[in-house]
């Protein structure tokens, strides 16, 4: 009988992490902005390809989130794809 794979919306994965963290006693998880964006690099190539500009998908976030990041923020810590896909140590 083949086990079942289970995956989760990034929304619930953050939810039940918040949870845990607030359990622990433990303030919010805070990210340099070269951390998050090397998060975000897989939609940050996505967007590049449907033809958006850096400009852009800086204003998406800043208008979306409290997220303070300008283009040239995405244009220095963008993760390529050979960075983002290590194998882990």
Do not use: C, W
Not at 23 to 50: C, H, N, W, Y
């Amino acid at each position: 009988m083949p086990v079942e794979s289970k995956s989760y919306p990034i929304e619930e994965a953050l939810r039940a992490q918040n949870a845990l963290r607030k359990l622990a006693g433990l303030g919010a998880e805070m990210f340099p902005i070269q951390s998050f964006v090397g998060m975000i690099s897989d939609e940050i190539e996505t967007l590049r390809k449907q033809g958006h500009t850096d400009q852009q998908i800086a204003h998406t976030i800043t208008a979306s989130s409290r997220i303070d990041i300008t283009a040239s923020d995405i244009a220095t810590h963008y993760a390529s794809p050979e960075d983002r896909h290590q194998p882990h140590e």
